[in-house]
């Protein structure tokens, strides 16, 4: 039997491409209990409610709930969860507020129960090598290049394209929380132009500039685009001040140092992240990193805004 019952909350396409069978393959988790609003369950699976309340309620065997809903509704259900006494694992990004997510921390500390906001493409091994290899190094140039076809990547999601959506930035926090990670020191959001369809609350594209040091050698920026067809680049280049070029590629999965190959595993991102979670929960700890989701919140408040052609599914 596994040691801890998981309620996935929300089975959309995170939840069934990977925690469903990342968690089947791991012998410490099982899926006891699923909540969908369409209805939706898992073969076999008894405790399946539409509504997450009645899971929280009534499902027996729940130790700790996954929430796989978009962000704009993960404050509520996490707060509930916890009231609960469940352990709670957020997909990213882990709420829709800063404020809320700071919340959600004083709340599962107060109440002994762990919380793990999670972010999958830190869990890829090229990003710890790298951070590695940058420790104690002084950055002269970070280039982030995170373009994809929104059209294929996130087809009929019209929850991506509201207020708390995040736009371009729900795969761009992804970069983000790479880069808080490998970087030798805290970045700043310098300034930011925010590209807006004319139909849409949400940024199609992004340009970001960073400030490290503050040195005036250093040039630290991203471009989130969503508009990209043909090849996609999910791609980070950093070169240090004493001459060590870094290309994380392929979202984190594959690391080059001055040009050569060092790492290139197959992605299992989410197995880390459950590896990492059953730690969490056998240590009572808690692991709430807020540093990717403040610089998105930091590109907000000083971004410009740009209107760009409407953009139709
Ligand atoms: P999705 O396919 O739209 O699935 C989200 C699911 O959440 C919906 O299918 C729905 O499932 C449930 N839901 C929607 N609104 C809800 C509400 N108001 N209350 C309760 N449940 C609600 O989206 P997704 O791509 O899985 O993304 C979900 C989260 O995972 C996002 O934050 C995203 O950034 C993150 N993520 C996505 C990917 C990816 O590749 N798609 C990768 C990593 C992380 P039910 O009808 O079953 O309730």
Request: contains cysteine; glycine residues 8%.
């Amino acid at each position: 039997m596994a040691r801890y019952g998981i309620g996935l909350i929300g089975l959309g396409k995170i939840a069934t491409d990977q925690h469903v069978p990342v968690i089947a393959a791991d012998p410490d988790f099982e899926v006891v209990a699923v909540a969908s609003q369409r209805g939706e369950s898992l073969p076999g699976l008894a405790q399946s409610y539409r509504d997450w309340q009645d899971l929280l309620r009534d499902a027996k065997g729940v130790d700790a709930v996954a929430i796989c809903t978009p962000p704009q509704v993960r404050y509520v259900i996490a707060r509930a969860a916890l009231s609960a006494g469940k352990h709670v694992l957020l997909e990213k990004p882990p709420a829709a507020t800063v404020s809320e997510l700071v919340d959600l921390q004083r709340r599962s500390t107060a109440a002994g129960l762990t919380l793990f906001a999670t972010w999958h493409s830190q869990f890829n091994a090229g990003v710890e090598e790298a951070r590695r290899q940058l420790a104690g190094r002084q950055i002269r140039r970070l280039e982030v290049t995170w373009k994809e076809d929104v059209r294929h990547w996130h087809p009929g999601q019209a929850w991506i394209w509201e207020p708390g959506g995040f736009g371009v930035f729900d795969p761009g926090i992804n970069a983000l929380s790479i880069v808080t990670r490998i970087m030798p020191t805290p970045l700043f959001v310098r300034s930011a132009t925010l590209s807006f369809p004319a139909n849409r609350a949400a940024p199609i594209a992004a340009d970001l500039v960073f400030a490290a040091t503050g040195g005036a050698d250093e040039t630290l920026s991203a471009v989130f685009d969503w508009r990209q067809t043909g090849k996609q680049s999910w791609d980070i280049a950093v070169e240090t001040q004493d001459g060590l070029h870094l290309l994380l590629a392929e979202g984190g999965s594959k690391l080059s140092i001055n040009g050569k190959p060092a790492v290139e595993e197959p992605s299992r991102e989410y197995q880390g992240i459950y590896r990492r979670f059953a730690a969490l929960l056998s240590g009572g700890g808690t692991d709430v990193d807020a540093d990717p989701f403040r610089l998105v919140a930091d590109a907000f408040l000083v971004g410009r805004r740009v209107e760009v052609e409407p953009f139709e599914d």
